[in-house]
Structure formats: C-alpha cells, structure tokens
C-alpha cells in the first residue's frame, strides 16, 4: 500500500506556472510508477503525466506535452509535477496517482490516489 499526499495548489492567472508535489510513503512507494491525473468540474478524471519509479521515462497526455514536466526524487520519494504556461482549461484537482506501471496510468487506471489538490487558472 502507498501512501500519497499532495501540495503546491492554487490560484494563478493565465501564462503563470505552478509546482505540485506529492510525498509517497509506505513499504513500496519507492518500487511503483507515480503519476498525476486532473478532474475539471462535470468532466472524468482523466490523466496528466506519469514517471517510472527510476525516473527514466515519462509519459504525458497531449493537451500538457512541452508545458508540464513531471519529475522524481527517488531519495525523497517525491514526485513533481511543473506547468508552465497554464491555460484556464487546465483549471482542475489535480490528483497524485501511483501503480505498477505508467503503461497502465496512461491508459487510465491508479492503484493508489492521493486526496487532491485545486488548482484555479484565472482569465
């Protein structure tokens, strides 16, 4: 079982970057995937971006290709996730995932959520 919790939220006015974090704990939060997924108001969770747990290879969904980096401190067991140049469609709690594989984050499923954290992009 893992253990997430994010932080790094808020409000932010459009062209602005924000940094979300999600601290992983418990006996395999070094050993798995870790991700993020977004869920906008009357809209799907769906995925964002995913990191292996060697932080070698990364994935993200179209919408966030060359604004978003996803990144890891393995000692910290710490995921990132960088926007920058958000958009008011990126307005959404953003939710902190993990699971064995980013193969199966992409495709839409998690083994482990965090609780969410808001983030609000003015116009």
């Known amino acids: 079982q893992v253990q997430l919790v994010e932080s790094g939220g808020g409000l932010v006015q459009t062209g602005g970057s924000l940094r979300l974090s999600c601290a992983a704990s418990g006996r395999s939060a070094s050993h798995v995937a870790m991700g993020w997924f977004r869920q906008a108001p009357g809209e799907e969770r769906g995925f964002v971006a995913a990191?292996?747990?060697?932080?070698?290879?990364?994935d993200y969904a179209d919408p966030v290709k060359g604004r978003f980096a996803i990144s890891r401190d393995s000692a910290k067991n710490t995921v990132y996730l960088q926007m920058n140049s958000l958009k008011p469609e990126d307005t959404a709690v953003y939710y902190c995932a993990a699971h064995l594989t980013t193969g199966a984050m992409v495709a839409g499923r998690a083994l482990n959520w965090g609780q969410g954290t808001q983030v609000t992009v003015s116009s």
């Open positions: 990191i292996t747990w060697t932080g070698g290879s990364t």
